[in-house]
T-cell receptor
Framework: NSKVIQTPRYLVKGQGQKAKMRCIPEKGHPVVFWYQQNKNNEFKFLINFQNQEVLQQIDMTEKRFSAECPSNSPCSLEIQSSEAGDSALYLC????????????FGHGTKLSVL | QQKVQQSPESLTVSEGAMASLNCTFSDRSSDNFRWYRQHSGKGLEVLVSIFSDGEKEEGSFTAHLNRASLHVFLHIREPQPSDSALYLCAVSMVSGSWQLIFGSGTQLTVMP
């Protein structure tokens, strides 16, 4: 059973709506990654955090997503204005350190944008 | 830009027969290789991580890395029907961005 908890499991939004998903990393893991897995099993790195700080993010994330990992609260990833191409499985992963030798993934949030 | 490709796209084996999956990468300076699997509707489960040329075994999973030929293989010994899943190869460079670059996976079906 995954110790990285993602909610909700499924999310359905209309185009232009906000879509917010949350992730509780494994206890004691300060490093969090978000990945997008599309229907062709192509993975795209979105953003990563160490503690509350953003380490890296791709342009798309910076322009269209809002993400944070506050202390003592779940991490969140929010698409500000959903597009059909955002339909995908969003995976959160956590690790004890940035080298992510042991990277543990949640079950994902499956987003469908109608 | 690192490229990771997996073959075959799908593989069917009989229960107990060795399953071999292939992953090729483009950057010879990569130093961090993992195999994951994903059961339908689930998250990713790490199977084995390997950082130097040679073999590494974790239970019934053996990873074989040959950096010179840009290949990392996964061998599954005596697979069971419960091993039917999507198997993903992921490569990163610790000295780089720590991002994992994933292949698009091999769908393994183990027939009873």
């Amino acid at each position: 059973n995954s110790k990285v908890i993602q909610t909700p499991r499924y999310l359905v939004k209309g185009q232009g709506q906000k879509a917010k998903m949350r992730c509780i990393p494994e206890k004691g893991h300060p490093v969090v990654f978000w990945y997008q897995q599309n229907k062709n099993n192509e993975f795209k790195f979105l953003i990563n955090f160490q503690n509350q700080e953003v380490l890296q993010q791709i342009d798309m994330t910076e322009k269209r997503f809002s993400a944070e990992c506050p202390s003592n609260s779940p991490c969140s990833l929010e698409i500000q204005s959903s597009e059909a191409g955002d339909s995908a499985l969003y995976l959160c992963a956590s690790s004890r350190d940035i080298s992510n030798e042991r990277l543990f993934f949640g079950h994902g949030t499956k987003l469908s944008v109608l | 830009q690192q490229k990771v490709q997996q073959s075959p796209e799908s593989l069917t084996v009989s229960e107990g027969a060795m399953a071999s999956l292939n992953c090729t990468f483009s950057d010879r300076s990569s130093d961090n290789f993992r195999w994951y699997r994903q059961h339908s509707g689930k998250g990713l489960e790490v199977l084995v991580s390997i950082f130097s040329d040679g073999e590494k075994e974790e239970g019934s999973f053996t990873a074989h890395l040959n950096r010179a030929s840009l290949h990392v293989f996964l061998h599954i010994r005596e697979p069971q029907p419960s091993d039917s899943a999507l198997y993903l190869c992921a490569v990163s460079m610790v000295s780089g961005s720590w991002q994992l670059i994933f292949g698009s996976g091999t769908q393994l079906t183990v027939m009873p």
